[in-house]
Structures are given as structure tokens and as C-alpha cells.
């Protein structure tokens, strides 16, 4: 049996932070014609981490904070992030079928804090057949978990 991961999403994810993954979820929104060139790279506290690929445009995209924190607020509500910084992330270069084959992948071979999924969430994820979907959404759940 599969499950829409909308549904799974929300029986894994706490009440708590339900508006992130809102905010996630709405970001190709938010963002518009810019979601090739900037994208989150973490929610800390009322902290918005974003991250480009070039220090042009994180300098542009600081120019465009008020907006961005003003749709963000329309969305998920005030306060619940207060203010924007960037982070230069380098894009990698394509990975070799070796690699991939090896399981190498390089946005999830960063090194996660340790924490253990509950049965809870783990069963709930069992439940999806697609074992890249599987692994990537473990993988979002531990790095979310880390940094609450």
C-alpha cells in the first residue's frame, strides 16, 4: 500500500514545525524566476539560511530580503522568520555512474548530528517503495530534527 507523502509528511513531522515544511513547500512560490539560483538551506530559530551559488547573488538577494520576508510572513505568519543571511554553496560538479552506483552522493554524505529516527517515523517511511525517496526524506527528517 502507498501513501501520498503529503500524508506522511505530516504524521512524521511535529505540529511545531509544520510551517516549515509549508514554507518548503511554497518556496518555488515565494521565490519565483530566482528558485534556480537560490534556495533554503536551513530554518534556525526565526533565521532563514539561504543558499546560492555565487556571492553576486547572495548581495542581490539581500536587496530583495524585505520582500521575500514579507511574502514569507503572509504565508506561514509574523515572526515566524525575522530575518534572511546567505550561504555560499559551490554546485558541485556531476557525479560519476561509479559514484552513484557507490551510493556517493555528495549533498548526503555531509555529516548529520546523531539522531535516531522513532519506530514511529521509520515505520511510516517503510511505507514508501521508492528507496530514493525513502532515504532523501530520512534524510531531511534527521537534518530537521538536528537543528530544532
Known sequence: MSQKIADILQTIITA??????????????IIGKLADKVGIFAIENDRLILQTSHPAWAQELNFLAPLILEKISDLVGTGMIRSISFKIIKRQPPQSAQTRANGGNTLHSQAIPAYVMTKQETSKLDTLEDEQLRKALGDYLLRTKARM
Open 16 to 29: 511545531e514545525a509544520a510551517w516549515k515544511l509549508t514554507l518548503l513547500r511554497s518556496w518555488p512560490n
